[in-house]
Nanobody, 124 residues
């Protein structure tokens, strides 16, 4: 059974930074793509970033491009989301996810495993 556990969320002022981590246990996910999604109250879950298992190619939502960076450490079965220049509109629950596939995906229903989420709150 695969478990994903996020950490690193919290309260930060606008313009600040946070680094989220997501550690996998139960099996190796080195050949899985990783993704970060977020969901604010009353909103649908939205794509934030993804990183491919092969080559480390990354893709970002336009709203976070240039501010967020996704990375992975296969040896630790961990993915990270470095969030800089945070804005109040970044406030949401952040979820990591993993999927097996031959192409990258920006849609949540194509991901196989999910973490429980970590809250990020950005004050103005």
């Amino acid at each position: 059974q695969v478990q994903l556990v996020e950490s690193g969320g919290g309260l930060v002022q606008a313009g600040g930074s946070l680094r989220l981590s997501c550690a996998a246990s139960g099996r190796t996910l080195n050949m899985y793509d990783w993704g970060w999604f977020r969901q604010a109250p009353g909103n649908e879950r939205e794509f934030v970033a993804t990183i491919r298992w092969s080559g480390g190619l990354t893709y970002y939502a336009d709203s976070v491009k240039g501010r967020f960076t996704i990375s992975r450490d296969n040896a630790k079965s961990t993915v990270y989301l470095q969030m800089n220049r945070l804005k109040p509109e970044d406030t949401a629950g952040y979820y990591c996810a993993a999927r097996w596939g031959s192409r990258y995906s920006l849609v949540s229903y194509e991901y196989d495993y999910w973490g429980q989420g970590t809250q990020v709150t950005v004050s103005s």
